[in-house]
Nanobody
Framework: QVQLVESGGGLVQAGGSLRVSCAGP????????VAWYRQAPGKQRELVAG???????NYADSVKGRFTISRDNVKSAVYLQMNSLKPDDTAVYYC?????????WGQGTQVTVSS
């Protein structure tokens, strides 16, 4: 079963930065929009940011100006640079690609922001 692999999470103080990465097999991302989601304890999974195959991006209002999504199709990787982190950003972060109606997810990476 195809699975994405997230990495780069960790514990950081409020105001700090982290970059999480997502790796996929082969050219799984090529030609498709890739997105980062997050899920905090007791909350629904929410969309954080997305990037199209052409490089257009969109962000949740709560992270605009602080987070930046990028992709490297050669490396089959997607990144989320997170700056000015807040305790409310604490969650498990997942990357996702939807290919012809089939969703692919990773196992997630924990990001914890201490106050």
């Amino acid at each position: 079963q195809v699975q994405l692999v997230e990495s780069g999470g960790g514990l950081v103080q409020a105001g700090g930065s982290l970059r999480v990465s997502c790796a996929g097999p082969g050219s799984i991302f090529t030609g498709f929009t890739v997105a980062w989601y997050r899920q905090a304890p007791g909350k629904q999974r929410e969309l954080v940011a997305g990037i199209t195959s052409g490089g257009s991006t969109n962000y949740a209002d709560s992270v605009k100006g602080r987070f930046t999504i990028s992709r490297d199709n050669v490396k089959s990787a997607v990144y989320l640079q997170m700056n000015s982190l807040k305790p409310d950003d604490t969650a498990v972060y997942y990357c996702n690609v939807n290919r012809w109606g089939i969703n692919y997810w990773g196992q997630g990476t924990q990001v914890t922001v201490s106050s």
